[in-house]
DNA sequence: GGGCCCGCAGGG
DNA sequence: CCCTGCGGGCCC
């Protein structure tokens, strides 16, 4: 028998998937890579096997050089005596020798000081202003980050705690990291709470000084964070969404942060939270813009999820030249 | 595992 | 300066 937090929270995963799946996704979900001079030939036999539903595979022979990303997969990523990265590790024991080297990209800093962008830059010496609408220039969909703050060195989302990075016109950037239970996220589509009505800093006789809390009060459109989505809705600005390790959903990265490219937010509306309190939160619709190369998938523990990908049989988008050429910035 | 408390980015 | 915020390291 549900407790009634249970029910709501089933309930309002069911309206809200429903919501999502009925905005047509399907068409979302078939990359047809650019034809290049080069790379226009039919794959005859397939010289590489994709190793992983990772977006961020090598380019290793692309004479171009125009190579951005590699996966680094002899790297060890834990210091010398297998210290911990993160809570997200704690307590579990993870042979990260065998198993990152099929997904994860280098691990550029395990500290939370000087966070270094993917050239070995610190947030200070960005490159890009991330007060910027589209893509970042040189970032490509599928990018992955150990944190936060190396996201932020990498102007994709600046705030190292804050999942809305507010603008004039709109928000540049969210990021999804399961800070609400309701939420519910197709890939192509997601719900997206906002933020505010918490207590951080406790009561004078004991405060807290906290960065994330419970709902306490209720949540408006003059936050600022909040209302930056809902300029969003208006403007179809694109926002930059970033998905983290504590998404609970199939499209969560296992560890870390990854940029999934660009989305419009589609809806804003308030409604009760999930809370004990039942206080009012803002929700949000977010579509992904078409024409970006498709999400990684993983199974979850525990869950009977299909397995991972949606392409395993089929041949089309094998080639991994997904480039990035999406809808552009700005309209 | 959970509690605490910090730095940092960004806006007012 | 102040405030906020879906991190994360450290200690227990």
Redesign the pocket.
Known sequence: MPTPYEKARDDNIKRNRETLLALGLDELKTYIPPKTAKKDVAPTAKSRKRKSPSLQDSKEEDESGAKVLRTHATQDITNASGVR???RN???TVDYKSEVIKTLPEVIS????NAQNSEGKK??ERRHT??QYGHIPDVEVGHWWP???AC?ADSVH??????????KDGAYSV??????ED?VDEGYAFT??G????D??GTKIAP?????APQSSDQTFD???NRALKVSADTNKPVRVVR?F?NRSEYGPEEGYRYDGLYQVINAWTERGLNPGGYLVCKYTFRRLPNQPLIPTRVLDGSPLASEGSSEGEDENDDEDQDRDAASSEG
């Open positions: 990265r993160s809570a704690a307590g579990k395990t500290a939370a000081k947030t200070s991330p007060k944190t936060r703050e932020s600046a705030p190292w705690v804050a999942g809305i990075a507010p603008g990021c999804l990291s399961g800070g609400y939420d997206y709470t933020s505010g009505g918490r951080l800093k807290k000084n906290l960065r994330t936050n600022n964070f983290g504590k």
